[in-house]
């Protein structure tokens, strides 16, 4: 399993385009873009690279469903950018330093 914290690649829609490259403000971006609906507390984006797939982990005090979520952030985002999966926990695991542990969520890929 490769995991990349530090890029994201995603094929692109068209096949005459090549594949899109973001650095981590991509990541960082699409993060942004969870945070700002109203009932998401905190979020953390990870890409699986051997399935192509942008996971999203969230806190939230309600249920929010993934269809919520993609309708929001399709404002803010392009399609690609959009996450094709999604974990509500309780609260985010956190690192030695107080940051969100993506190692530790790295384990819910797998």
Request: charged share 20%.
């Amino acid at each position: 399993m490769h995991l990349s914290f530090s890029h994201i690649a995603w094929p692109a829609v068209q096949e005459a385009e090549s594949l899109e490259l973001l650095g981590p403000l991509g990541l960082g971006e699409i993060e942004l873009a969870a945070t700002t609906i109203d009932s998401l507390r905190n979020a953390c984006v990870l890409y699986h690279h051997a399935r192509q797939e942008i996971t999203l982990f969230f806190e939230s005090e309600e249920k929010l469903s993934p269809s919520f979520i993609r309708e929001q952030m399709a404002a803010r985002l392009p399609k690609y950018m959009l996450p094709t999966a999604f974990h509500q926990l309780e609260t985010l695991p956190l690192n030695a330093n107080g940051k969100t542990d993506r190692l530790s969520l790295a384990t819910y890929l797998a």
